[in-house]
Each structure stands twice: as structure tokens, then as C-alpha cells.
């Protein structure tokens, strides 16, 4: 993961895997938390083909578990002209994770 500061308050993560390369910008709140995301194009089906669409997401409740601050809520869906059409949106009751060695 490559990060990149735009300015006080938000930057770029760059992920790249083998031949893919994706971006999202981070926008945080003032306690330093992910507020919002946001990618100006990630695919969606329309109809029988692929379309890219703005596509963002917002975080909130966060809380400490298992010694990690998560966002508890949040929702994330495409951005249309007449205004965001969601993908998900959720509260977690429950989470297990493993660290990576």
C-alpha cells in the first residue's frame, strides 16, 4: 500500500497486485479516523455491460475491538447525478480477525 497526503485532512492509498493498480481517497475526521472514501470509477453492471461510476462510501461509530478502532456502521454505493445509489449499508455486531504474520 502506497500513500500519498493531499492535504490536512484526506490522502490517496494506491494498492497495486500484480498487473492491477487501485486507488481510493481517504478522508478523515478530525479524531484521525476514515470519514469517507471515495474512487472516481469502480465498474457496475449495466444491463450486459460494465459501466464506471464515481463510487464512495462513509464511516461512523467507531469503537475499540480486540485493541483495533473499526467503524462499527457505514454505507457505500455508486454516485449518480441524482444522487448516490447505495451498495451496502450496515452495522457490524460482530467481528473475528486474525493479524497476519
Request: proline content about 4%; hydrophobic content about 40%; overall charge negative.
Given at each position: 500500500?502506497?500513500?500519498?497526503?493531499?492535504n490536512d485532512?484526506?490522502?490517496?492509498?494506491?494498492?497495486?497486485?500484480?498487473?492491477?493498480?487501485?486507488?481510493?481517497?481517504?478522508?478523515?475526521?478530525?479524531?484521525?479516523?476514515?470519514?469517507?472514501?471515495?474512487?472516481e470509477a469502480?465498474?457496475?453492471?449495466?444491463?450486459?455491460?460494465?459501466?464506471?461510476?464515481?463510487?464512495?462510501?462513509?464511516?461512523?461509530?467507531?469503537a475499540?475491538?480486540?485493541?483495533?478502532?473499526?467503524?462499527?456502521?457505514?454505507?457505500?454505493?455508486?454516485?449518480?447525478?441524482?444522487?448516490?445509489?447505495?451498495?451496502?449499508?450496515?452495522r457490524?455486531?460482530?467481528?473475528?480477525?486474525?493479524?497476519?504474520?
Amino acid at each position: 500500500m502506497r500513500w500519498e497526503a493531499i492535504n490536512d485532512t484526506s490522502a490517496r492509498g494506491t494498492l497495486t497486485d500484480g498487473v492491477t493498480t487501485v486507488s481510493l481517497v481517504f478522508r478523515f475526521n478530525p479524531e484521525g479516523a476514515i470519514a469517507t472514501i471515495r474512487a472516481e470509477a469502480r465498474y457496475r453492471m449495466d444491463g450486459d455491460k460494465l459501466t464506471a461510476m464515481p463510487w464512495g462510501g462513509r464511516f461512523w461509530g467507531y469503537a475499540v475491538r480486540n485493541e483495533m478502532l473499526i467503524p462499527l456502521e457505514g454505507e457505500v454505493g455508486w454516485e449518480h447525478p441524482e444522487g448516490t445509489r447505495l451498495y451496502w449499508q450496515g452495522r457490524i455486531a460482530e467481528i473475528n480477525y486474525e493479524f497476519a504474520q
